[in-house]
Every structure is written in C-alpha cells, then in structure tokens.
C-alpha cells in the first residue's frame, strides 16, 4: 500500500471538514445529527434507532482486527437461503450512528450481508468509539475523524472486507458504500482493494491530488463505481466533470446519477418523518430503488 503525500492527507482533511460545513449550513440537513452537541444527534435519529429495534433480523457487534486495533463493527445477517454478497458500510462525518446502523440493517433486509465499522473504534480516551468520543465533547467525533490516518482507515476497511468475505453465509463478493465523508472515503477505497466488485458513493468526492483528480489512484480501481448526488449541492459537482473525465480517459466504469432537487445528505434526510423536503424523499427512493437493481446483478 503506498504511503500517501503530506498533500493528499492534507486534501483529505479539508474535504471531511468541508463535509461537515456543508451539513451544518445545508437547512435540509441541519436537523440530521448536524448540531454542535449529541443531544441533536440523538433526538433526530429515534426514528431510526426505533426501526432497528423492531428489526427481526440478526444484529451484533464483532471485534475485527487491525493489527493491534479492534474494529468494533455492526452486523446483520439477511434472512435468506444460500450465501449472500457482503456489503460493507462506511459512515458519515457524524461517526457510527442510529442512522448507519439502520442503514446497514435494511440492506440486510435487501438481502445482503451487511458489516458498518465504527472507524473511530479505540480512538476515545478510554479506548471506546464514536459514543464515548461524543460523550466527552460535543464537537469531538468530526474532529476525530477528520485526524484518523489514512493508511488507518483503508487497514480498518481491509479486515472489515476479509472478515466479511469469509463469514459462513458469505459468498466471497464484497461491495463497499459511503455516504459524504464515508463517500469520499469510499471512491478512495476502492483505489486500494482491487477484490471490490463494485463501489456505491453517496455525495463523496474522488481522491485529489495538487487540487486535481488523482488519476494515478483511480488507475488502480478494479470495481465499477455508482455515484449517487443531489442536484443542490454544489460543492460536489463541481468535481463530478473531472471525475467523469478522467475515469473515462482510464477506461474505468463509473456511473454518476444526481437527484434534482435533493441536498446533501438526501439518504438520510429522506426517511427522516421531521424531513419536509418532498425531493428529498423521492430521491432517496430512486437511489435506493438503483442501488438494489445493482445490488441484485453482482
């Protein structure tokens, strides 16, 4: 695995600091855990901590290791016959929450075997993850994810997709899907595991590099990726014509698809009951109607 230059840490910093801007200023996206303290977080997400808790599919925590971290992952089993292709799950700016966790379930229900990794697993004071870093300060998570090391993150993401693979009801194929930040990091793991049969990215940007797209990244890509955005969200397509550009110029698939209409964050935003953003909700309806049809043909 290459050692990444000072400037693209830098780049990748700024990006998931910019994230966290974007869905502080976006007014669809405010009230979805983009608050300065958890008791935003929280409140906004009971309705997705109340469907996982009427979920009658398989959830547990597992341990995946990283060398000499643990990994502590959420995972769900679908409730089907035969071994399933594993989707692992990377999460927004905001950490391992309600909502991820939701997420992840309901690709279970899809059929899928679904593993979300909470990132900043042993990054707390007490070697805890996301809730204790957001229990000890209420800005905290954002700034904890936006210093987790690269070469960290894609180790972390490695075990999660080995563990994954080869779990009994596995049949070895392993997609990857991000949503912004988790997004962004999607499109530069996909750069590092050549084994991915597909990346999903939501909202996220490609690699960069000197403030253009890092073309020597996206030639190691091996899976075709699915990019999913909102029609009002500007700072994202603004790199989607590079992004097309050059992963055409590579030969590498990639299949942009924007929603007009919807924000940043429109996944989220559109099976939230506060949401009052009609386009919002179609959004995430057609992009998740999209991503199972894909789903179904790996």
Same mark, same amino acid.
């Given at each position: 695995?290459?050692? $990444?230059?000072?400037?693209?840490?830098?780049?990748?910093?700024?990006?998931?600091?910019?994230?966290?801007?974007?869905?502080?200023?976006?007014?669809? $996206?405010?009230? $979805?855990?983009?608050?300065?303290?958890?008791?935003?977080?929280?409140?906004?997400?009971?309705?997705?901590?109340?469907?996982?808790?009427?979920?009658? %599919?398989? !959830?547990?925590?597992?341990?995946?290791?990283?060398?000499?971290?643990?990994?502590?992952?959420?995972?769900?089993?679908?409730?089907?016959?035969?071994?399933?292709?594993?989707?692992?799950?990377?999460?927004?700016?905001?950490?391992?929450?309600?909502?991820? !966790?939701?997420?992840?379930?309901?690709?279970?229900?899809?059929?899928?075997?679904?593993?979300?990794?909470?990132?900043?697993?042993?990054?707390?004071?007490?070697?805890?993850?996301?809730?204790?870093?957001?229990?000890?300060?209420?800005?905290?998570?954002?700034?904890?994810?936006?210093?987790?090391?690269?070469?960290?993150?894609?180790?972390?993401?490695?075990?999660?997709?080995?563990?994954?693979?080869?779990?009994?009801?596995?049949?070895?194929?392993?997609?990857?899907?991000?949503?912004?930040?988790?997004?962004?990091?999607?499109?530069?793991?996909?750069?590092?595991?050549?084994?991915?049969?597909?990346?999903?990215?939501?909202?996220?940007?490609?690699?960069?590099?000197? !403030?253009?797209?890092?073309?020597?990244?996206?030639?190691?890509?091996?899976?075709?990726?699915?990019?999913?955005?909102?029609?009002?969200?500007?700072?994202?397509?603004? +790199?989607?014509?590079? +992004?097309?550009?050059?992963?055409?110029?590579?030969?590498?698939?990639?299949?942009?698809?924007?929603?007009?209409?919807?924000?940043?964050?429109?996944?989220?935003?559109?099976?939230?009951?506060?949401?009052?953003?009609?386009?919002?909700?179609?959004? %995430?309806?057609?992009?998740?109607? %999209?991503?199972?049809?894909?789903?179904?043909?790996?």
């Amino acid at each position: 695995m290459k050692t $990444h230059s000072m400037f693209t840490i830098l780049f990748i910093v700024f990006l998931s600091a910019a994230c966290a801007s974007a869905q502080n200023m976006n007014s669809n $996206h405010m009230d $979805h855990g983009s608050g300065p303290g958890p008791a935003v977080i929280s409140e906004t997400q009971d309705w997705a901590k109340q469907r996982l808790a009427k979920s009658p %599919r398989h !959830q547990e925590w597992v341990k995946v290791k990283n060398g000499n971290r643990e990994v502590s992952s959420f995972l769900v089993y679908p409730e089907a016959k035969g071994k399933a292709t594993a989707v692992v799950v990377i999460h927004e700016i905001f950490g391992m929450s309600d909502w991820v !966790q939701s997420l992840t379930d309901q690709l279970a229900e899809a059929g899928y075997i679904a593993i979300a990794p909470d990132l900043l697993s042993g990054m707390g004071p007490n070697g805890g993850g996301t809730n204790e870093i957001r229990a000890t300060d209420t800005n905290a998570v954002g700034k904890a994810i936006r210093d987790l090391p690269p070469d960290q993150i894609t180790g972390d993401l490695n075990a999660v997709a080995d563990y994954v693979s080869k779990l009994a009801g596995a049949n070895g194929k392993v997609v990857v899907a991000g949503f912004c930040w988790g997004g962004s990091q999607t499109f530069r793991y996909a750069t590092n595991n050549p084994k991915l049969k597909a990346a999903f990215v939501f909202y996220g940007s490609a690699p960069a590099k000197e !403030q253009e797209v890092d073309k020597e990244a996206l030639a190691r890509i091996g899976a075709p990726v699915y990019g999913f955005y909102a029609g009002n969200d500007a700072r994202i397509n603004a +790199t989607l014509p590079k +992004t097309t550009d050059a992963m055409k110029e590579l030969g590498k698939k990639y299949d942009p698809v924007t929603y007009e209409g919807a924000g940043h964050g429109f996944m989220r935003a559109g099976e939230d009951p506060a949401n009052t953003v009609e386009a919002n909700k179609k959004a %995430r309806d057609e992009a998740w109607k %999209r991503w199972k049809e894909i789903l179904g043909k790996i």
